[in-house]
């Protein structure tokens, strides 16, 4: 897939994501800023990002927190109401950093991971917002509680967090259709009597707004093509 043309900029292209997503949430019968969008700027550089601020983008995702670490913080001292959330994968070892510079975390899938954000957030003082991912299609290679283990994981969450414990996020299997998946996971949610679903991606987040999306992570459509890690 070729790269964006240099005529469609970063700016133009952020701004069609945000009419598209107003325009779901409105077909959804949902308030137009229902849904928010998570510009996942994962490998891209920190111009990219600080043109997206420019552009009046808050809300960033970033999968690895070394990452992360490296661009956000001269960012946040510029732009103070800037929003970071950590979509990756989180190691352990990595719960205290992920803590320190995120707002929210949208991957917690393990009872080890409770352990050391726990540990975290008593060292800090404080703790992000929390997201359970699930992993809806039961996938063995990819991250996230198994729907077997969905409600009791939740449970321990909600017990070891409290109101820290924002939501819910998933990435369903890209051969499947992915309606089923959000609907599931936002059953899920209301079930649970949480607020937060993180769902859709580039691809389908007009589809997870109408089941319920409160985030919709958007990353190619509005970066291009992500150069080599």
């Known amino acids: 897939?070729?790269?964006?043309?240099?005529?469609?900029?970063?700016?133009?292209?952020?701004?069609?994501?945000?009419?598209?997503?107003?325009?779901?949430?409105?077909?959804?019968?949902?308030?137009?800023?229902?849904?928010?969008?998570?510009?996942?700027?994962?490998?891209?550089?920190?111009?990219?990002?600080?043109?997206?601020?420019?552009?009046?983008?808050?809300?960033?995702?970033?999968?690895?927190?070394?990452?992360?670490?490296?661009?956000?913080?001269?960012?946040?001292?510029?732009?103070?109401?800037?929003?970071?959330?950590?979509?990756?994968?989180?190691?352990?070892?990595?719960a205290l950093d992920a803590c320190r510079i995120a707002d929210a975390i949208e991957t917690v899938d393990r009872p080890g991971l409770v352990d050391a954000l726990s540990r975290a957030g008593d060292r800090l003082g404080h703790l992000p917002a929390l997201y359970v991912q699930v992993n809806t299609g039961d996938e063995p290679q990819k991250s996230g509680v198994p729907r077997a283990d969905a409600d009791r994981f939740i449970t321990l969450c909600r017990q070891r967090f409290g109101n820290r414990l924002a939501g819910l996020m998933c990435i369903p299997p890209e051969a499947e259709d992915p309606a089923p998946h959000f609907a599931y996971l936002a059953k899920l949610a209301h079930e649970h009597e949480l607020m937060g679903c993180s769902m859709g991606m580039s691809a389908d987040f007009e589809t997870a707004i109408e089941h319920g999306a409160t985030l919709v992570r958007v990353g190619s459509a509005i970066f291009g093509n992500r150069p080599a890690p």
């Open 1 to 94: 897939m070729s790269s964006a043309p240099s005529s469609d900029t970063l700016t133009s292209r952020l701004d069609r994501i945000r009419s598209r997503i107003a325009e779901s949430c409105d077909r959804a019968g949902r308030a137009t800023d229902a849904a928010k969008l998570v510009a996942v700027s994962k490998f891209h550089p920190a111009s990219a990002v600080e043109e997206a601020l420019r552009a009046g983008q808050r809300l960033f995702g970033e999968n690895r927190v070394q990452e992360a670490r490296e661009k956000f913080p001269a960012l946040r001292d510029a732009w103070p109401d800037l929003e970071l959330h950590i979509i990756g994968g989180l190691q352990t070892n990595k």
